[in-house]
């Protein structure tokens, strides 16, 4: 009589990590990956499509009609330019059959060595954690504006509708807490594809409702080729600081180099190699995100002029029709729910993997057990994996909740990284691997190129500084946000 089998079945991390020999497995004996340009990308949508993008009829409004889009297009080719080096360095030293990098720190150990390691993990890991605080409070400002919403339709829009963010930051905890219990990015791709096609669908009717504004000619907006008119609008250092601060959103709502290399690990070998799947991945990514933003942005200016919202859809620049700003919300709250994941993902790797070499014969660390689901198979979950991702989760929600106006601070975690990780290291590891000389015509664009970064670094972190220091001064600690 065939034994039943059992619901746990022991397995150590070690064993999973060298591969399972009645498995296929790739050429660094880890189980083989399935991964296409088409995953690839929805996780790069899903990375850099956030609800950012709401907010940049805001950063047009501050450049105007000729610098925004400007920007907006010179950033998309410097990020899908950058991109393309940094996929060449997946693998060291041949793109194509070198050994296997499996994060951005891996990588830069490879091509650069020395402090410039601690350098790359200091800025992609703090970048990481500060995205995943900032995602559960915009999260909840999204299941916030939905209650908001009704509340106007029902009792008219003069009416304060104050709520608390707190209970829905704590649903949204929940949610992550269940969800980080998924392993690794391999198995990430589904929520990714479903957080890409609610980032359309958010876009999409953010665009619509612009366009219909705009049509039905809902009153005389002022817009110009220069942005807000100082004397008017502004005072000239606020038209200075604005800049500043649009010129930095663009620049870093186009950055996905963070998880660029996690995305990549996930591709299977061939045809093609990973190095060009994920330039094809890139180029979508890049170019689908691109349309989304000049839509969003151009169109967006077009509706409200200089005097856009922050947010149009969670900062009320429509009211009505109700429902589709209730389902628009919605669709935000779940884009954000895929977009977490895939940014925590790297965080939760690096600490397991360094843990289980620190302490390879500790069994709570390294011990892994199958349990077989009806119907869905076999679930591998780990008890150091469930009591570290679930710490990780209630304490970036705890933070949200204590630090409200922690976005404005995101801004400036933003402007330190975007530099390094978007821009010096794949250029320096591009001329590594090129062993390109120096003063050649090539290495001297390179470095114009970075240098010229670092300087929008520089400007888009004052203009944060500034910023920051303003919500300080407006925070109401005890007063629910509107």
Request: aromatic letters at 14%; charged letters at 15%.
């Amino acid at each position: 009589m065939e034994k039943k089998k059992a619901m746990f079945v022991e397995q150590s991390f070690t064993d999973h990590e060298s591969g399972d020999v009645n498995k296929n497995f790739d050429d660094d004996g880890r189980e083989k990956r399935t991964g296409t340009w088409m995953t690839a990308s929805a996780h790069i949508i899903t990375a850099v499509i956030g609800s950012g993008v709401l907010s940049l009829a805001w950063a047009n409004a501050q450049l105007g009609w000729v610098a925004g889009p400007a920007v907006l297009m010179a950033f998309s080719l410097i990020t899908y330019f950058t991109s393309t080096m940094l996929a060449d360095c997946y693998r060291s030293p041949d793109p194509v059959t070198g050994k296997r990098n499996y994060t951005y720190m891996e990588v830069v150990r490879s091509y650069l060595g020395g402090r410039k390691v601690q350098l790359c993990g200091l800025a992609q890991y703090g970048n990481l954690i500060g995205i995943t605080i900032g995602y559960t409070i915009t999260a909840s400002i999204s299941m916030v504006a939905v209650k908001r919403s009704n509340c106007f339709h029902k009792n008219g829009h003069n009416v304060k509708c104050s709520t608390s963010n707190t209970p829905f930051m704590i649903i949204f905890a929940i949610i992550q807490i269940i969800l980080s219990q998924i392993p690794n990015f391999h198995n990430l791709s589904w929520l990714s594809i479903l957080a890409a096609i609610m980032s359309f669908s958010y876009a999409s009717i953010g665009v619509g409702l612009s366009i219909a504004k705009v049509a039905g000619g809902g009153g005389h907006v002022r817009t110009a080729l220069t942005g807000v008119t100082v004397g008017v609008d502004v005072t000239g250092s606020e038209k200075v600081w604005r800049t500043f601060q649009s010129i930095g959103d663009i620049a870093f709502a186009y950055a996905y180099s963070t998880v660029l290399i996690e995305i990549q690990d996930t591709l299977k070998a061939s045809p093609p190699s990973e190095n060009k799947a994920m330039k094809r991945a890139s180029l979508v990514g890049v170019s689908t995100t691109t349309f989304f933003y000049m839509l969003c942005g151009c169109v967006g200016y077009a509706a409200f002029g200089n005097d856009a919202p922050g947010n149009f859809l969670t900062g009320f620049g429509f009211y009505e029709p109700f429902w589709l700003i209730d389902f628009a919300n919605v669709c935000i709250a779940v884009h954000l729910v895929g977009a977490y994941q895939v940014f925590c993902q790297p965080i939760f790797q690096f600490v397991e993997s360094q843990s289980a070499k620190r302490w390879p014969n500790n069994k709570f660390i390294t011990r892994e057990y199958k349990i077989h689901i009806p119907c869905c198979g076999d679930f591998g979950i780990s008890f150091f994996r469930l009591f570290w991702r679930t710490s990780y989760v209630v304490v970036t929600a705890v933070v949200a909740m204590i630090f409200p106006f922690f976005n404005d601070f995101l801004g400036l975690i933003g402007a330190a990284s975007f530099w390094p990780l978007t821009v010096y290291f794949p250029i320096e590891m591009h001329i590594a691997q090129k062993k390109m000389k120096k003063f050649s015509f090539t290495w001297t664009w390179l470095k114009i190129l970075s240098w010229a970064c670092f300087l929008v670094s520089l400007v888009a972190a004052a203009g944060s500084v500034q910023g920051l220091i303003q919500s300080l001064k407006d925070f109401k600690p005890f007063q629910a946000p509107e």
